[in-house]
């Protein structure tokens, strides 16, 4: 059995990729310092409270356990926020993600699993967006996820460790199951605000901008289900484990407007939805849409969520449920 260590899997990506890795037989040790995740969702595997720079926590948590793999989560993911406050992205996505990952080498991990985004393709040149793109990220956090997986590249080359780079378009969704799903705090992302209007904890949803070049004039995204998110990591850790380094994106390969995910929202809950109008906020591309051709055909990974209804019915029913005494 191999063991695999989850950075951020309090989370709401990790979290999934926690139950993800446990169910396909890994052993799985969750680290999480519970500023932004949740202690009640980590379910699977042991969880250890710290900090990925915390070097001496690190030092006995590679001591204690042999890991085979370190899945890396955790960082910090507003983009708005790292505009503002450059140094605590690089503070914590890049310094101590080097931390981390000297530890993983001191240790004869094999596998460095990295969670990237599509923010480091930057504004895209071609639609849909391959791993091939060129990357010119924009944002300090995009630059972030970038220059650390110029580290792996580097370290994988020079040094006995391979890289599973997975670069998100939009995670969308909650686990099925219910047990796990999207809770920030401060809320960001469209859905899960969209789905606090349907239920009055917000009085409407604003629109930030309705005058892109786009055919309603709302930004498009490609949301993907974490729950498939979730299966793409296990399918792209084993492949990197038993063969080589790897880079995939994972989307949808399918583009929704900010009108469309309203609709689709009004459609799942039946509830009335408000909606406001606003400006375009800052940085946002007009469409972004990614290729997961490559990890298709490559690992035979294919969204079971690929409806935005389907996605939507998920992460309301998770909204319900998490938020209903609130
Ligand atoms: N939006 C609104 N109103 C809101 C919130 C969002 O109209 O109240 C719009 C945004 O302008 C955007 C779309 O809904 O067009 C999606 O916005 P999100 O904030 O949900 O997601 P982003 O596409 O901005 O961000 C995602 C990830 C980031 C990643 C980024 C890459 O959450 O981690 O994609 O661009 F960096």
């Not at 994988?156 to 998100?168: D, K, M, Q, V």
């Not at 969308?172 to 009055?200: C, F, Q």
């Not at 809950?269 to 906020?281: F, K, M, P, W, Y």
Request: aromatic share 12%; with cysteine.
């Amino acid at each position: 059995m191999k063991t695999v260590l989850i950075t951020g899997g309090a989370g709401y990506v990790g979290s999934s990729a926690a139950k993800a890795f446990s169910e396909n037989g890994y052993r799985v040790i969750v680290l999480d310092n519970l500023i932004y995740g949740h202690k009640e969702f980590v379910q699977w595997g042991n969880f250890i409270e710290g900090d990925i720079g915390d070097t001496s926590l690190l030092e006995s948590l590679f001591s204690n356990y042999k890991i085979d793999m370190v899945s890396h989560f955790a960082a910090f993911a507003y983009v708005g926020e790292s505009v503002k406050n450059p140094r605590k992205y690089y503070d914590n996505n890049l310094v101590k993600a080097l931390t981390l990952l000297n530890q993983a080498l001191e240790n004869d991990v094999k596998v460095f699993q990295f969670s990237s985004t599509c923010a480091t393709y930057g504004n895209p040149t071609h639609i849909p967006i391959t791993e091939s793109h060129r990357q010119k990220p924009f944002t300090p956090y995009g630059k972030s996820k970038f220059f650390f997986e110029e580290i792996l590249r580097d370290a994988a080359f020079s040094y006995n460790i391979r890289f599973s780079i997975l670069r998100y378009f939009n995670a969308a969704g909650a686990d099925p199951g219910g047990k796990i799903g999207e809770d920030h705090t401060p809320e960001t992302h469209l859905i899960p605000l969209v789905l606090d209007a349907a239920s009055e904890r917000r009085p409407h949803i604003e629109i930030f901008g309705t005058d892109y070049d786009t055919p309603d004039g709302t930004c498009i995204r490609d949301y993907i289900h974490v729950t498939d998110l979730a299966a793409a990591h296990v399918l792209a850790a084993e492949k990197t484990y038993d063969a080589e380094s790897t880079i995939f994106n994972l989307g949808n390969g399918n583009g929704f407007s900010v009108r469309e995910v309203i609709e689709s929202a009004r459609t799942v809950t039946g509830r009335n939805i408000h909606v406001i109008e606003g400006n375009r906020r800052e940085g946002d591309p007009a469409k972004l849409i990614g290729s997961s051709a490559k990890i298709m055909t490559e690992l035979g990974w294919k969204p079971k969520y690929a409806s935005l209804d389907k996605i939507i019915e998920t992460a309301w029913a998770w909204h319900q449920k998490r938020f209903q005494d609130h």
